[in-house]
């Protein structure tokens, strides 16, 4: 049974290696995003997310410019808030519990309104939300827009 358990800790630790090498040698913005872990401690009063941003990304949040999908929040004729995606089928409110990272952005200038899951490429400073009583992680303010191809 011991060994069992040591080939598992060994098999996971083996993906997770190659998973972060495989991000680091395609270093994009969201390989880089999925390099940041969380995990949950404790239980009802006492829960706590705890998040881990590796180097690599709190070295790139200065200047973050990111490839993705808008997922609004609210409809409005503008667009100062909203989600971003890196995939239309990675949209956290259609239903699928295996979403990938999600980024809340706050625009420098509101953009005018456009159709969900159009594809932007936006810049900011990327925030890393270390607060313990949510799951959000990624928070990009002062953004701009890029190109929409």
Same mark, same amino acid.
């Given at each position: 049974?011991?060994?069992?358990?040591?080939?598992?800790?060994?098999?996971?630790?083996?993906?997770?290696?190659?998973?972060?090498?495989?991000?680091?040698?395609?270093?994009?913005?969201?390989?880089?995003?999925?390099?940041?872990?969380?995990?949950?401690?404790?239980?009802?009063?006492?829960?706590?997310?705890?998040?881990?941003?590796?180097?690599?990304?709190?070295?790139?949040?200065?200047?973050?410019?990111?490839? #993705? $999908?808008?997922?609004?929040? !609210?409809?409005?004729?503008?667009?100062?808030? $909203?989600?971003?995606?890196?995939?239309?089928?990675?949209?956290?409110?259609? #239903?699928?519990?295996?979403?990938?990272?999600?980024?809340?952005?706050?625009?420098?200038?509101?953009?005018?309104?456009?159709?969900? $899951?159009?594809?932007?490429?936006?810049?900011?400073?990327?925030? !890393?939300?270390?607060?313990?009583?949510? $799951?959000?992680?990624?928070?990009?303010?002062?953004?701009?827009?890029?190109?929409?191809?």
């Amino acid at each position: 049974m011991l060994r069992l358990k040591r080939l598992t800790q060994l098999l996971i630790l083996t993906l997770v290696t190659a998973t972060s090498a495989a991000a680091l040698e395609d270093p994009d913005a969201w390989s880089l995003l999925r390099l940041a872990e969380i995990r949950e401690e404790g239980l009802d009063e006492d829960w706590r997310a705890i998040k881990h941003f590796p180097d690599e990304l709190r070295a790139a949040a200065d200047a973050f410019e990111v490839d #993705g $999908f808008v997922v609004p929040i !609210l409809p409005e004729p503008y667009l100062k808030q $909203f989600l971003l995606v890196e995939q239309p089928d990675n949209c956290p409110f259609c #239903g699928n519990s295996g979403y990938g990272p999600v980024i809340e952005v706050e625009m420098k200038r509101p953009l005018p309104d456009l159709p969900e $899951f159009t594809r932007v490429i936006i810049s900011g400073r990327l925030e !890393l939300n270390e607060d313990p009583e949510t $799951f959000q992680m990624f928070r990009l303010v002062d953004a701009v827009l890029i190109d929409q191809p």
